[in-house]
């Protein structure tokens, strides 16, 4: 029997060989089979141009878990900050193997222990809750909690979308559908109220880790701004009653890139409910998409417990792909409050 001796190095990725590249890409390859995850990178060249690229700075390291000479995961360790701008490093560990054994374990502990001596805290992202065991003797905080469901264009029945927002518009002859594709001045502030609004309704908030994200009107325009920057679309969707905003749903879309969109933000005022808004707001946005974005694979997340959005999801073709919780850990058996 082959003594199982795992070590886990620092990856120097502007000098690697060739043969160092394939393996990496080949292992990324691995990675997001075994997971679930978007197929980003169709080349090495773009793995390398994409991913690695972005590890050549001393605040983002990317490490290789090895058992004797075979990879079999990697280990991202970048500067970071949670919602409310507070700002931490993040562990991101995904791991070839299936089975994750005790000599794992502590290899992974030993690497946490260091990281946690130079920095106190640090959030970690694991996936499919493949870690949780590792986290017991470390005092953690889930911050977030997200199930990621994807969505192939394939699945999409046009029919079906063209027919409901049929239904919806017959049923909600009191509301108007608005699009747009800036938050401009115009919408700004009713945006911004509608998502601060209803943030408390958010499952994320039973999560005793989780900071609220605060969207004010000058946050919005700065995310306009970097949006135009990186030449990325961002379509919305909104029902006003009257001039109110009563719901909305967004998508944004590299423009480079537009294989994956992210839909994100779908909220309707509870008074609302029950009128099938949620459903509008599919139905159109994504009747839009397959008029005029040439993607693949569509992506969204939720929280496990928001069951009614993941009904929506679902019957719009979306699939589960993967669970990803982040926690912010702090050193073995802390007793005192987090930072």
């Known amino acids: 029997m082959i003594n199982k001796i795992y070590n886990i190095s620092l990856i120097d990725s502007e000098n690697l060989t060739d043969e160092q590249l394939e393996k990496l890409y080949n292992l990324e390859c691995n990675l997001t089979k075994k997971y679930g995850f978007l197929d980003r990178y169709r080349s090495v060249d773009e793995y390398k141009n994409s991913f690695l690229s972005t590890f050549t700075k001393d605040e983002n390291e990317l490490f290789v878990i090895k058992n004797n000479s075979e990879m079999c995961g990697l280990l991202a360790f970048v500067k970071s900050a949670d919602w409310g701008g507070n700002e931490y490093y993040k562990l ?5 193997t299936t089975v994750i054994d005790d000599k794992m374990l502590v290899c992974l502990r030993l690497f946490i222990d260091g990281k946690l001596e130079k920095f106190n805290y640090i959030m970690l992202d694991s996936y499919n809750q493949e870690l949780d065991g590792m986290l017991v003797g470390y005092s953690s905080k889930i911050m977030y909690n ?18 409901t927002i049929e239904q919806c518009q017959r049923k909600n002859g009191d509301l108007s559908m608005v699009y747009t594709d ?26 005793e880790g989780f900071v609220q994200y605060v969207l004010t009107p000058e946050a919005q325009r700065q995310l306009n701004e970097n949006w135009a920057k990186s030449n990325q679309a961002h379509h919305c969707y909104m029902i006003f009653d009257g001039d109110e905003m009563v719901a909305k749903t967004n998508v944004s879309v590299k423009n480079n890139d537009p294989r994956f969109p992210y839909q994100f933000f779908i909220c309707a005022k509870r008074q609302y409910r029950g009128r099938a808004l949620g459903k509008w707001l599919y139905a159109s946005m994504y009747k839009k998409l397959l ?48 930072k």
């Open 291 to 338: 008029e005029e974005v040439e993607f693949e694979k569509m992506l969204v997340h939720h929280h496990p417990a928001n069951k009614h959005a993941i009904a929506i999801s679902e019957w719009m073709g979306y699939e589960f792909a993967y669970l990803e919780v982040t926690h912010l850990v702090g050193g073995k058996h802390h007793k005192g409050d987090f």
């Open 92 to 96: 991101v560990v995904r791991l070839s």
């Open 182 to 207: 800036v938050i401009s001045e115009e919408y700004i502030e009713q945006y911004c109220d509608l998502f601060t609004t209803l943030h408390d309704d958010m499952p994320d908030m039973q999560e």
């Open 146 to 163: 997200s199930g990621a469901y994807m969505l192939t264009k394939e699945r999409i029945n046009l029919e079906m979308l063209n027919e």
